[in-house]
Nanobody
Framework: QVQLVESGGGLVQAGGSLRLSCAASGSIFSIATMGWYRQAPGKQRELVASITSGDTANYADSVKGRFTISRDGAKNTVSLQMNSLKPEDTAIYYC??????????????WGQGTQVTVSS
């Protein structure tokens, strides 16, 4: 089995910063893309940022220039540094990993989610 465990959410004032971290563990052959998604109340889950095994990053337009995603391939971890936070960033943030448990078995895995609340 594979587990993704997030940490680092919380409450912060607008303009502040938070850092989210996610660690993948279990029966892992390799991890392709890792990423962060978020879901605000009444809205669909959306991609915030993703990063490939080659460290190519992709960001939602709404967070470009404010958020930075990074990963440690050796440790199977991914982090999201969030700066200049806005109230509209308030959501539950989910870690995602495209994980191979063998050369022929690949699927998405999700963390349990961590709440980020930005007060105005």
């Amino acid at each position: 089995q594979v587990q993704l465990v997030e940490s680092g959410g919380g409450l912060v004032q607008a303009g502040g910063s938070l850092r989210l971290s996610c660690a993948a563990s279990g029966s892992i052959f390799s991890i392709a893309t890792m990423g962060w998604y978020r879901q605000a109340p009444g809205k669909q889950r959306e991609l915030v940022a993703s990063i490939t095994s080659g460290d190519t990053a992709n960001y939602a337009d709404s967070v470009k220039g404010r958020f930075t995603i990074s990963r440690d391939g050796a440790k199977n971890t991914v982090s999201l540094q969030m700066n200049s936070l806005k109230p509209e960033d308030t959501a539950i943030y989910y870690c995602n990993g495209v994980v191979r448990r063998s050369p022929y078995a690949v699927r998405d895995y999700w963390g349990q989610g961590t709440q980020v609340t930005v007060s105005s």
